[in-house]
């Protein structure tokens, strides 16, 4: 156990700031080409939120509303939730559990690769692709569903979004420990649309019923779907300084349960 | 056969006395298995060591014990004089490990880019690509090469970093004739450049063709160290098969004789000296057929060492 400490606490020593940068923004580069190039990870975290929205917000109820936002926007902000979820949760555990439980990631910790760029590389990743589903969103939402927001609220519901990756990243590294590279995709599955559907990410909020509205609120998604709904006018009005100190521990939990199984790993052989 | 394999550099010439990578009598148990037992090892500068053994012998491990990627439940392990873990030591170590899946949709080239970043002098990327023989798979995808490939773009990212000491953990697996070859050549070459190389092998013919010293490893511990005469000589010498009425037990009281095996009708005998055995043997039983007399190869003492040298005669197969 206390190898780890001493791993991670050295491993700055002997690289200028520059050298640090190439490499973790290499690592990033790489992780982001690894992932685009796998259709598993884009037909599966791609396609489900922009399909949905296509469906439900613009071939369908494209002219409704709830609570006086249109359809099309409220669904942005929920299938932008549900979609993010995914990115972030696939793009850690998936791969994570994969390089752990077939040997590569002993690869990389024999190399001199400091051990925070794997991690961060993943959770940059989960953003840009979050990033990327928001803006397909908008896209189409814009084109196609007459959506239309300032600027202002736009960037701010971008960049909500884009910072709600962090929570499920977080979230995905401890999956990614405590499960095996065959069963992770279906524990990512088994926990991600559950719970989606709980928080209110493809039936609205209030159309659910009363239990599960009670479940929600305990529900990490929910509180990043209430986040962007209330920037487009449709939250609950609940004040969103405790959704995101919901986020903020929920963030920290999960990068505590991650960090028990970084520790055990040390001590495991595997491969 | 194997003996005659020729050696392409004086044992003596590259070595110096400077401890590279070391187990000092270390244990490793995985829950009730004990991986290792009391294991001491010594890897000098400028040596290319064979770590040779069964499988589940335990060279995994000891490899995984130096990269810092284990610890010992007792004993130390200290490579350029200090912990393995030290960021600092990685810098100067590369290595080859057996994995499972490496992620499939990166080039070559970039696999090579990747870890190339990790090092502060890093090796150029053609040469690293020529001396791993992947010039023309640089734009491959990792997951669209063959296993000797992707065994050989493993061996890439092994010395990308220009490392001092390379671990190299069952690097020609899966390789064809033509390229253990190649990858052979190329691990001369390391050596010849001043760099340390320990590799673990169940191929016998690897560790004599390339390493300056042997450690015999089986069921967790090291059960003879020298060079490959050297090893080969501790337990080579003769065999000699016959039918016959005596008893194991009389056989195996006969002067010379050191082990003594069933094999169907027949028996098994292993001696340094066949000629006193024979004698003794033929003036014991005159109804003795079907007599041969061979030498052991570094096969059969690979397994001799290898088997269970206890007093229960019952060797395991």
Redesign the interface.
């Known amino acids: 156990m206390s190898t780890a400490t001493v791993v991670l606490s050295n491993t700055q020593i002997q690289r200028s700031p520059g050298d640090t940068a190439r490499v973790y923004l290499k690592e990033a580069k790489y992780e982001f080409l690894k992932n685009l190039r796998l259709r598993m990870y884009t037909a599966s975290v791609l396609s489900f939120p922009i399909m949905f929205y296509v469906l439900f917000g613009l071939v369908l109820n494209a002219k409704e509303a709830i609570g006086g936002t249109g359809v099309p926007t409220y669904l942005i902000a929920t299938y932008g939730t549900f979609g993010v979820i995914g990115a972030s949760l696939f793009g850690t555990a998936a791969g994570l559990a994969s390089d752990r439980g077939l040997g590569w990631l002993q690869v990389k910790r024999a190399s001199p690769m400091p051990p925070f760029a794997y991690f961060v590389a993943k959770v940059i990743t989960s953003m840009i692709f979050s990033t990327f589903i928001v803006l397909a969103l908008f896209a189409l939402g814009i084109g196609f569903g007459g959506v239309r927001m300032p600027l202002g609220e736009f960037a701010k519901l971008l960049g909500t979004l884009a910072a709600g990756s962090l929570p499920f990243s977080a979230m995905g590294l401890a999956l990614g420990y405590f499960t095996g590279p065959n069963s992770a995709p279906a524990t990512i599955n088994l926990i991600y649309l559950p719970m989606s559907f709980c928080s209110g990410l493809w039936v609205p909020f209030m159309f659910l019923p009363k239990i599960v509205r009670q479940i929600a609120l305990a529900l990490p998604p929910y509180h990043l779907s209430q986040l962007a709904l209330g920037i487009v006018g449709a939250g609950r009005h609940e004040s969103s300084v405790t959704h995101w100190e919901v986020l903020a521990a929920f963030t920290m939990i999960c990068l505590g349960v991650a960090r028990i199984g970084f520790q055990r790993d040390q001590e495991k052989m595997y491969g | 056969m194997l003996a005659t394999i020729e050696r392409t550099r004086p044992a003596e010439t590259a070595t110096s006395n400077l401890v590279v990578a070391s187990l000092e009598g270390v244990n490793k148990n995985?829950g009730s298995v004990k991986a290792l037992r009391s294991v001491d090892f010594r890897v000098r500068a400028g040596e290319l060591v064979a770590l040779l053994g069964p499988n589940g012998a335990g060279k995994t491990?000891a490899v995984?014990l130096l990269?810092?990627?284990?610890?010992p439940n007792s004993g130390r392990v200290r490579v350029f004089g200090g912990?393995p873990?030290?960021?600092?030591n990685?810098?100067k170590?590369?290595?080859m490990?057996?994995?499972?899946?490496?992620?499939e949709?990166?080039r070559v080239r970039?696999h090579i880019?990747?870890?190339s970043?990790?090092?502060?002098k890093p090796m150029a990327l053609a040469e690293v690509v020529a001396a791993a023989g992947l010039e023309k798979l640089q734009d491959r995808?990792f997951g669209d090469l063959s296993g000797g490939q992707k065994q050989r773009v493993?061996f890439a990212?092994s010395i990308c970093?220009d490392p001092d000491m390379l671990?190299l953990d069952e690097p020609t697996v899966g390789l064809d004739v033509e390229s253990r070859r190649m990858l052979w050549d190329e691990i001369r070459r390391m050596v010849g450049r001043g760099k340390t190389v320990l590799l673990t092998t169940h191929y016998l013919q690897e560790a004599d063709a390339l390493a300056d010293r042997v450690a015999v490893i089986n069921q967790g511990e090291i059960v003879a160290q020298g060079t490959p005469a050297e090893i080969k000589a501790k337990t080579a010498g003769k065999r000699i098969r016959c039918i016959t009425n005596l008893s194991m037990s009389v056989l195996r009281r006969i002067p010379g004789v050191s082990d003594v095996k069933e094999d169907r009708e027949a028996v098994e005998l292993h001696m340094i000296e066949a000629e006193s055995v024979l004698r003794e043997l033929l003036s014991m039983d005159d109804g003795l057929s079907g007599l041969e007399v061979t030498s052991a190869g570094l096969e059969e003492a690979f397994l001799a060492l290898t088997q269970d040298t206890g007093t229960n005669g019952n060797p395991q197969n």
Do not use: H, I, W
């Open positions: 995985y491990t995984k990269l810092g990627l284990l610890q912990d873990t030290n960021p600092e990685r810098m170590t590369g290595a490990l057996q994995v499972g899946r490496v992620p949709t990166l970039e880019d990747l870890f970043s990790y090092y502060q995808k493993l990212l970093g671990f």
